[in-house]
């Protein structure tokens, strides 16, 4: 095998993040939904090649584990498989539970791999140049899914069946007008939204970084593609990744002009700025009725009752939860009980959109607290990054555990928990050097 074969992989891997292609083997509960099916998505196929490019070649570094004093994560990682192994003995339905069990096993080992790998995988231009690029096309595929309100046809790349009069299309009405919100070829705008505030942030420590005064033709590629990404930022319409993510970038850009002091920091937050203007004036009237909130809409009722099941079963099975990856089978009976109705149409049931309770539920408060004490290493690890803004990593990590409030992405699905334990990864293998 080629030396670099590995690095080539791991590109591919980061840049196929947003590819929610998969092929469906088998459906295990009695709800015809993604979150009781096996799949094999094209993702799954390259962390397997990744993985065993990594024991192939022998890329791995297990010394980094014993050198650097982090052995305590083996301890903690041990114990969240555990509690979420034990949570299949009390699942409804164990062969799911099983499933997902697996799924979370082999995030781990992504997790593990990019910590253990002989190369730098936090390399930011190995990083940058596979999500920025990738963001890219995804940002130009949901222009155009958002303009012509319907889906290009992309289904072999992950790309939804969308449509201003298809089910299950994630639209709203300002005024008189309905619209689509861009999707690229993810499941969900709001998880293409969490991709592109990983590029953005990204390409923003490019233009700290590697921008100069003399440089016209970088100035003018970085600027289109922040443009580009900006821009398919807004179309998501996610309002909780917009208003952390866009808060979380100009608190960045605001530190990096005083930090770095090159010409790429100084412009990086005037260009962003301008972007987000001129994004506004093209969209205004959809993005401004998107942003106003109201009790009555559907997204804030459902999210409301979604955290009032969640409560409900976490005080039934407070220790193990009710099983890893079953929360939409067990709250049947208890979202039937709260609504007062058993006619309730089979969309409805979903996640908590909140990836805390989410957990809590289905691998119990143990298990929970494991999964804490692992975001708590991460940041005890890289305290010092917080100081000085210099990992890009911990930011993205940071923003995700806010868009983690709102959603549940990051624990249930593929493309999230994918890209959440592969930040995870990268946010301690930044500066593994120092550590």
Same mark, same amino acid.
């Given at each position: 095998?080629?030396?670099?074969?590995?690095?080539?992989?791991?590109w591919?891997?980061?840049?196929?993040?947003?590819?929610?292609?998969k092929?469906?083997?088998?459906n295990?509960?009695?709800l015809?939904?993604?979150y009781?099916?096996?799949?094999?998505?094209?993702?799954d196929?390259?962390i397997?090649?990744?993985l065993?490019?990594?024991?192939w070649?022998?890329?791995?570094?297990?010394?980094i584990?014993?050198?650097?004093?982090?052995?305590?994560?083996?301890f903690?990682?041990?114990?969240?498989?555990?509690?979420?192994f034990?949570s299949i003995?009390?699942?409804s339905?164990?062969?799911?539970?099983f499933?997902?069990?697996?799924k979370?096993?082999?995030?781990? &080992?992504v $997790?593990?791999? *990019?910590?253990?790998?002989?190369?730098?995988?936090s390399? =930011?231009?190995?990083? %940058?140049?596979? +999500?920025?690029?990738s963001?890219?096309l995804?940002?130009l595929?949901?222009m155009v899914?958002f303009f012509?309100?319907?889906?290009?046809?992309l289904?072999?790349?992950?790309?939804?069946?969308?449509?201003?009069k298809?089910?299950g299309?994630s639209?709203?009405?300002?005024?008189?007008?309905?619209?689509?919100?861009?999707?690229?070829?993810t499941s969900?705008?709001?998880?293409?939204?969490?991709f592109?505030?990983?590029?953005?942030?990204?390409l923003?420590? &490019?233009? $700290?970084?590697? *921008?100069?005064k003399k440089?016209?033709?970088?100035?003018? =590629?970085?600027?289109? %593609?922040?443009? +580009?990404?900006?821009?398919?930022?807004?179309?998501?319409?996610?309002?909780?990744?917009?208003?952390?993510?866009?808060?979380?970038?100009?608190?960045v850009?605001?530190?990096?002009?005083?930090?770095?002091?090159?010409?790429?920091?100084?412009?990086?937050?005037?260009?962003?700025?301008t972007?987000?203007f001129l994004g506004?004036?093209?969209?205004?009237q959809?993005l401004f009725?998107?942003?106003?909130?109201?009790?009555?809409?559907?997204?804030?009722?459902?999210r409301?009752?979604?955290?009032?099941?969640?409560?409900?079963?976490?005080k039934?099975?407070?220790?193990?939860?009710s099983?890893v990856?079953?929360?939409?089978?067990?709250?049947?009976?208890?979202l039937?009980?709260?609504?007062?109705?058993?006619?309730?149409?089979?969309?409805?049931?979903?996640?908590?959109?909140?990836?805390?309770?989410l957990?809590i539920?289905?691998?119990?408060?143990?298990?929970?607290?494991?999964?804490?004490?692992?975001?708590?290493f991460?940041?005890w690890?890289m305290?010092?990054?917080l100081?000085?803004f210099?990992?890009?990593y911990?930011?993205?990590?940071?923003?995700f555990?806010?868009?983690?409030?709102?959603?549940?992405?990051?624990?249930?699905l593929?493309t999230?928990?994918?890209?959440?334990?592969?930040?995870?990864?990268?946010?301690l293998?930044?500066s593994?050097k120092?550590?």
């Amino acid at each position: 095998m080629p030396k670099k074969i590995c690095n080539v992989i791991l590109w591919l891997l980061f840049f196929s993040i947003p590819f929610s292609a998969k092929l469906p083997l088998w459906n295990l509960g009695s709800l015809k939904n993604e979150y009781s099916t096996i799949y094999l998505y094209g993702t799954d196929i390259l962390i397997f090649l990744f993985l065993t490019c990594l024991l192939w070649r022998k890329e791995f570094d297990i010394s980094i584990f014993l050198k650097n004093k982090i052995k305590p994560l083996i301890f903690i990682l041990a114990a969240f498989l555990f509690f979420v192994f034990l949570s299949i003995f009390v699942s409804s339905n164990p062969m799911l539970s099983f499933y997902q069990a697996l799924k979370f096993t082999e995030f781990v &080992l992504v $997790f593990l791999a *990019i910590i253990f790998y002989r190369e730098n995988a936090s390399d =930011l231009n190995l990083v %940058a140049s596979a +999500v920025v690029s990738s963001a890219f096309l995804q940002s130009l595929l949901g222009m155009v899914q958002f303009f012509t309100a319907k889906s290009v046809g992309l289904r072999f790349l992950g790309e939804s069946v969308l449509g201003l009069k298809i089910g299950g299309s994630s639209t709203f009405w300002a005024g008189s007008e309905k619209y689509l919100r861009a999707y690229g070829t993810t499941s969900h705008p709001n998880i293409l939204a969490a991709f592109l505030f990983l590029a953005l942030v990204a390409l923003a420590y &490019l233009f $700290f970084k590697q *921008i100069n005064k003399k440089d016209i033709k970088k100035i003018v =590629l970085y600027e289109t %593609a922040l443009f +580009v990404l900006t821009f398919g930022f807004l179309l998501t319409f996610s309002r909780t990744a917009l208003f952390w993510g866009i808060l979380i970038l100009f608190l960045v850009g605001l530190a990096a002009a005083y930090k770095f002091k090159t010409f790429g920091a100084k412009i990086f937050l005037p260009s962003f700025l301008t972007f987000i203007f001129l994004g506004v004036l093209i969209i205004w009237q959809p993005l401004f009725t998107r942003a106003n909130v109201s009790t009555s809409e559907d997204a804030f009722t459902q999210r409301v009752l979604y955290m009032e099941t969640a409560s409900k079963m976490i005080k039934e099975k407070p220790l193990l939860g009710s099983g890893v990856g079953s929360f939409t089978l067990s709250m049947q009976k208890t979202l039937q009980d709260l609504v007062g109705s058993k006619d309730i149409k089979p969309w409805i049931y979903q996640p908590v959109h909140n990836i805390y309770l989410l957990s809590i539920s289905e691998i119990g408060t143990l298990g929970f607290l494991a999964f804490l004490s692992l975001i708590f290493f991460v940041f005890w690890r890289m305290r010092e990054n917080l100081k000085d803004f210099s990992n890009p990593y911990l930011i993205v990590l940071i923003g995700f555990l806010f868009f983690g409030l709102l959603d549940h992405y990051l624990w249930s699905l593929q493309t999230g928990r994918l890209i959440f334990w592969i930040i995870l990864g990268l946010c301690l293998t930044f500066s593994k050097k120092e550590i």
